[in-house]
């Protein structure tokens, strides 16, 4: 599997790390991802802190990619892109008791970029809160792609003032006009409308939106 270049400016990263454990430490103002764990097995993950400002673009508080057994708890993330990213060819994810504020949430994907194929598996989301952040629970894939989401699930969740506190996207693209370096808005077009990636999920009646 082949390192995401988007992470060479990332805080810490980590890439065919087994068993691997973080704990008690704070990430602050990183100029790119905080945390990247690629093909990855056995990562657990708890109580740091990561912060970067509202507005900076790609300050993702961790990133997870081909990884597996990741578990992520009592941990509190605010940056200006996701709190938490699960991208393809992950499984066996458990996230609790994390707050997330601001950012855009705890995102699946995105999955299917340029007609890929992605699958994620097996992420389960439990008593995390959301403050001021641009969605709560996010799914995005691109058009024209192929694989699946399967078996996500959000259970007792808090938001508060979150713009979009439940969001699945299967139109989704990141690069739009002049900011479209490889024709992704062609792309799209081309593409048949059908979604990129196979959804299924859950959101429990035991969550809780406020303005």
Not at 20 to 26: D, E, I, S
Not at 64 to 82: A, K
Request: some cysteine.
């Amino acid at each position: 599997m082949s390192i995401d270049k988007s992470t060479k400016l990332q805080a810490l990263g980590f890439h065919h790390c087994d068993t691997l454990q973080l704990k008690g430490f704070t990430s602050k103002d990183s100029p790119n991802k905080h945390i990247t764990i690629q093909s990855c097995h056995g990562v657990t993950i708890s109580k740091v802190h990561i912060r970067a400002p509202r507005d900076s673009p790609n300050t993702d508080g961790i990133m997870i990619s081909g990884s597996s057994q990741i578990n992520i708890y009592e941990s509190v993330i605010g940056t200006g892109d996701d709190c938490i990213a699960i991208k393809g060819g992950s499984s066996n994810i458990n996230i609790t008791h994390v707050a997330c504020g601001p950012g855009h949430g705890i995102s699946i994907g995105s999955l299917g970029v340029w007609k890929g194929t992605n699958t994620v598996e097996d992420v389960h989301v439990r008593n995390c809160n959301f403050t001021r952040t641009t969605n709560g629970a996010r799914i995005k894939t691109f058009n024209g792609g192929i694989g699946y989401a399967k078996a996500i699930s959000f259970e007792d969740i808090t938001l508060v003032a979150s713009k979009n506190p439940i969001i699945i996207d299967q139109q989704y693209s990141k690069f739009l006009g002049n900011d479209d370096p490889k024709g992704e808005s062609a792309q799209k077009s081309e593409a048949s409308r059908s979604p990129a990636a196979e959804v299924t999920t859950e959101v429990t009646s035991n969550s809780k939106i406020s303005s």
